[in-house]
């Protein structure tokens, strides 16, 4: 049975632009979001027309996907079972299974002939492996030119204009890490001009953009968190507006993008008491309970108001999902949005908890009243 599921598995993958425009139709790819490396869908069994569903075009993870509104991952059987009957279980997959045998006509081969396509099949993953790691690496090292090409004095700058906005004084966040770079003229890529391909024509409109750090369990910088602002700081940058000027659906635009994979890194924001780094703190024995938020600028705004907590931002809900154990960590306290309409969302977050508790260590959830606003930074500012 794996030899079957193995063989469908890299006929799907070898033709997966073919089985996605079957599956979920051409017309759900939204060529303004087709990247080199994935594709967001717009999910036909959600409500919602934004393209939240991004999918790995190549290599080892071709098919791979997943759903950023519910947090739902899975390979690309998963992919095509979702994508044909909105739900994944054993079932959904055995019937892909055999829709896929059908359309490639590898239902009744023979022993030597399956035989030679499992080795090949098992030839072209080690080769996407091996491409999948050069390309990581590839990616991380854009990453790293990107960040330290901006500049890193960030007082002074349309970065601290912003975040004043926000309520966040810069000079009050203790122990601020150097997470945080600006940058006066980023591209807003997503706007770049492109043919009926998808390929880009040009560069996108460019705006002051607070570039941050994100990190993997042993502090290497792998991906980039951008807040793009409006010119004179004071709000964010217009992104929504220019989107619907160019008859593109707002909803698809965010003044707020990553860069790179960003699955299981973080933001570490500040340090905490101590002063030191995650790394330097667990080589000096030194542990601490640590504060994470969906937002920057709600871990920068509890951590002027609770000066004793090393303050981390996972960037999102579903970032909230792979937020890594330290041991400069001895315990945890989540402070969770209010703005969440969806029962998914709420689901997703009790699985972030869960998977914090399973470090062993102390969790605390803190959730402020709906009506003091959607998040801690809303929260400390009406406090104000």
């Known amino acids: 049975m794996s030899s079957r599921f193995a063989l469908v598995k890299d006929k799907l993958q070898g033709d997966i632009k073919s089985v996605i425009a079957d599956v ?4 759900n790819a939204n060529p303004r979001r087709r990247k080199r490396l994935r594709w967001a869908l717009i999910n036909p069994w959600a409500g919602s027309k934004s393209a939240n569903l991004h999918v790995y075009l190549t290599g080892a993870r071709a098919g791979g996907w997943k759903d950023f509104t519910t947090g739902e991952t899975g390979d690309i059987i998963d992919l095509v079972a979702f994508g044909k009957e909105g739900s994944v279980n054993p079932d959904s997959r055995m ?3 055999e829709w896929a045998e059908d359309r490639y006509g ?3 081969l023979d022993a030597a002939t399956r035989a030679k396509m ?4 098992a030839d072209r993953r080690d080769l996407a492996e091996k491409a999948a790691v050069e390309s990581q690496a590839e990616q991380r090292d854009r990453v790293r030119k990107t960040f330290y090409a901006c500049q890193a004095k960030i007082l002074g700058t349309p970065v601290e204009t912003y975040l004043a906005t926000r309520g966040v004084v810069l000079a009050d966040v203790p122990h601020i890490t150097p997470a945080f770079r600006y940058r006066p003229d980023c591209e807003y890529w997503p706007l770049a001009p492109v043919d009926g391909e998808g390929q880009r024509l040009g560069r996108g409109p460019l705006f002051p953009a607070m570039v941050s750090a994100m990190v993997s369990g042993d502090g290497r910088l792998g991906a980039l968190h ?3 602002f409006d ?4 709000r964010k940058a217009p992104v929504q507006t220019l989107a619907a000027a160019q008859g593109l659906d707002p909803r698809d635009f965010s003044a707020k993008l990553f860069k790179g994979d960003v699955q299981g890194f973080v ?5 905490g008491p101590s002063g030191l780094s995650a790394e330097r703190a667990a080589e000096a024995g030194v542990a601490g309970i640590c504060g994470i938020t969906e937002g920057i600028e709600d871990a920068l705004s509890a951590a002027v108001a609770h000066p004793a907590l090393r303050m981390w931002a996972a960037g999102s809900l579903s970032g909230l999902l792979h937020v890594h154990d330290h041991p400069a960590v001895s315990a945890w306290i989540i402070f969770k949005d209010n703005d969440w309409g969806k029962p998914q969302a709420a689901a997703l977050f009790d699985r972030a908890v869960a998977r914090l508790r399973s470090f062993k260590k102390p969790v605390e959830v803190l959730a402020m009243p709906a009506d003091w606003g959607k998040d801690v930074n809303d929260a400390l500012n009406q406090e104000d």
């Open 267 to 271: 933001i570490r924001c500040t340090n």
């Open 118 to 121: 499992d080795k090949e099949a």
């Open 24 to 27: 979920f139709g051409s017309i």
């Open 106 to 108: 590898i239902r009744k």
């Open 226 to 228: 951008l807040t793009f």
């Open 231 to 234: 010119h004179d700081g004071l």
């Open 95 to 97: 019937r892909v299974i």
